[in-house]
Nanobody, 124 residues
Framework: VQLVESGGGLVQPGGSLRLSCAGTSFTLDSRAIGWFRQAPGKEREGISCINTRDGSTYLADSVKGRFTISRDSAKNTVYLQLSNLKPEDTAVYYC??????????????????WGQGTQVTVSS
C-alpha cells in the first residue's frame, strides 16, 4: 500500500474534519498530491491539489473557502481540512499522487498512486 487515508467519520452539518494522507517518502515526493471524492452514484471528483516542489495549492470551486490542503514533509503526510461541512460533502475521500503531473490537475487518470479512501458522512 502506497498511500493511506484516515480521519473520516460522521459529522453534523457545519462541522469540521481533518483528513490525513500518509505515504512513503517515495510516493509523497511525487510532484502532485491530489484529493478526490466520490459520492454514491456519482463520478469521482477532484477537489484539491498541492505541488510538492513549490507548495502551491489549488481548490475546486465546489470546496473553495471551506477546505484547505497542506503538507507536512517531515511526516510524509498531506492533510485536507474540511470545514463548514454540508450534507452534499458526503462521499468517500481519496488521496492520490503522481510523479509527473503538476497541479492543478483534477482528472483521476493522471494519478498513478491511490489510497483506499476514507468515508465522510455529513448528517444531523
Amino acid at each position: 500500500v502506497q498511500l493511506v487515508e484516515s480521519g473520516g467519520g460522521l459529522v453534523q452539518p457545519g462541522g469540521s474534519l481533518r483528513l490525513s494522507c500518509a505515504g512513503t517518502s517515495f510516493t509523497l515526493d511525487s510532484r502532485a498530491i491530489g484529493w478526490f471524492r466520490q459520492a454514491p452514484g456519482k463520478e469521482r471528483e477532484g477537489i484539491s491539489c498541492i505541488n510538492t516542489r513549490d507548495g502551491s495549492t489549488y481548490l475546486a470551486d465546489s470546496v473553495k473557502g471551506r477546505f484547505t490542503i497542506s503538507r507536512d514533509s517531515a511526516k510524509n503526510t498531506v492533510y485536507l481540512q474540511l470545514s463548514n461541512l454540508k450534507p452534499e460533502d458526503t462521499a468517500v475521500y481519496y488521496c492520490a499522487a503522481d510523479p509527473y503531473t503538476t497541479c492543478p490537475v483534477y482528472d483521476s487518470y493522471e494519478y498513478l498512486y491511490w489510497g483506499q479512501g476514507t468515508q465522510v458522512t455529513v448528517s444531523s
